[in-house]
Nanobody, 124 residues
Framework: QVQLVESGGGLVQAGGSLKLSCAAS????????MGWFRQFPGKEREFVAM??????YYADSVKGRFTISRDNAKNTVYLQMNSLKPEDTAVYYC???????????????????WGQGTQVTVSS
């Protein structure tokens, strides 16, 4: 079992920045894939960014604005979000899975462990 706890969400004006953190505990592995998804009201969770097999991947909508990083010593993954837009407003979820991957991992159903989510609101 892996427990994930997100923090760092909040309210920010358009053009501003936020940094989300996700602390993992339990049976985590430094080689595990870790990622971020977001969910808009009434929609399914969509891929935002992930770290897998030493590489990072981003959704086109956030590429160049968001950066995912991880600190294995702290079992923590981060999402630095810059140049935020109102359309980035969503609940952001951290995800963890012992199976690496790239293409398939853009789908939420291929992740085993999830955090509780943190709200990010970007005002115009």
């Amino acid at each position: 079992q892996v427990q994930l706890v997100e923090s760092g969400g909040g309210l920010v004006q358009a053009g501003g920045s936020l940094k989300l953190s996700c602390a993992a505990s339990g049976r985590t592995f430094s080689s595990a894939a870790m990622g971020w998804f977001r969910q808009f009201p009434g929609k399914e969770r969509e891929f935002v960014a992930m770290w897998s097999v030493g590489s990072t991947y981003y959704a086109d909508s956030v590429k160049g604005r968001f950066t995912i990083s991880r600190d294995n010593a702290k079992n923590t993954v981060y999402l630095q979000m810059n140049s935020l837009k109102p359309e980035d407003t969503a609940v952001y979820y951290c995800a963890h899975d012992v199976n690496p991957g790239a293409t398939m991992k853009r789908l939420s159903r291929f992740w085993a462990d999830w955090g509780q989510g943190t709200q990010v609101t970007v005002s115009s």
